[in-house]
């Protein structure tokens, strides 16, 4: 079946800096989801993208709908301890309106104060 | 509101034992989902419900049944636990499907704050 790749799988970073990640698949989407989890809850979502080349902000973090549909990328600026967490990329699965949502295996961010 | 609410935290089951996680939601959401999660595996949605009445299967569906009798609340049943499903549990809400194209904040999925579950 459909699979999202993330990568990095892990990051160690220093307070300050800047994280890129970013999510691909053999197939198009038509919606990319971008969600944290921190540690011991379930995942939040941070930003939602519904549109190829879209470039949506929140806060320090942007997101970008890749020009081939196959990608899409998460930015975050400035990193503070509290962005400590798994982010997950999401979408549905290129059949319609299935009603499903596959995940990516998430990328683990730690920050070092 | 309570958002979406799920019983137990915790569970230990033996290997064959059954037992229905809970999971209810008060934002009147049409569209309801369970998640399993596992080291390194990401969420991988076991079945999903776009309303009362109308249950369909995910990825992982085996071993695992549900039912949506009304539109708050969406268990989730194992019959005869296997070790195999040691995992979290992640109960899923929104109005919409996440997936539907143009997006809006009615497609905005909130998640509960999940069931450990282990099977010895």
């Known amino acids: 079946g459909q699979q999202l790749n993330q990568s990095p799988q892990s990051m160690f970073i220093q307070e300050g800096e800047d994280v890129s990640m970013n999510c691909t698949s053999s197939s198009i989407f038509n919606t990319w989801l971008w969600y944290k989890q921190d540690p011991g809850e379930g995942p939040v979502l941070l930003i939602a993208l519904y549109k190829a080349g879209e470039l949506t902000s929140n806060g320090r973090l942007t997101a970008q709908f890749g020009i081939t549909r196959k990608d899409s990328f998460l930015n975050i600026s400035a990193s503070i301890p509290s962005d400590v967490g798994i982010y997950f990329c999401?979408?549905?699965?290129?059949?319609?309106?299935?009603?499903?949502?596959?995940f990516g295996q998430g990328t683990t961010l730690q920050v070092k104060p | 509101n309570a958002g979406v609410t799920q019983t137990p935290k915790f569970q230990v089951l033996k290997t064959g034992q059954s037992m229905t996680l809970q999971c209810a939601q008060d934002m009147n959401h049409e569209y309801m989902s369970w998640y399993r999660q596992d080291p390194g595996m990401g969420l991988r949605l076991i079945h999903y419900?776009?309303?009362?009445?109308?249950?369909d299967q995910g990825e992982v569906p085996n071993g695992y049944n549900v039912s949506r009798s009304t539109t708050e609340d969406f268990p989730l049943r194992l019959l005869s636990a296997a070790p195999s499903q040691t995992s979290v549990y992640f109960c899923?809400?929104?109005?919409?499907?996440?997936?539907?194209?143009?997006?809006?904040?009615?497609?905005?999925?909130?998640f509960g704050p999940g069931t450990r579950l282990t099977v010895l």
């Open positions: 899923a809400s929104s109005y919409r499907w996440p997936g539907l194209a143009g997006g809006s904040s009615y497609n905005e999925q909130f």
């Open positions: 999401a979408g549905p699965p290129l059949s319609g309106n299935t009603g499903k949502l596959i």
């Open positions: 419900s776009v309303g009362a009445g109308i249950t």
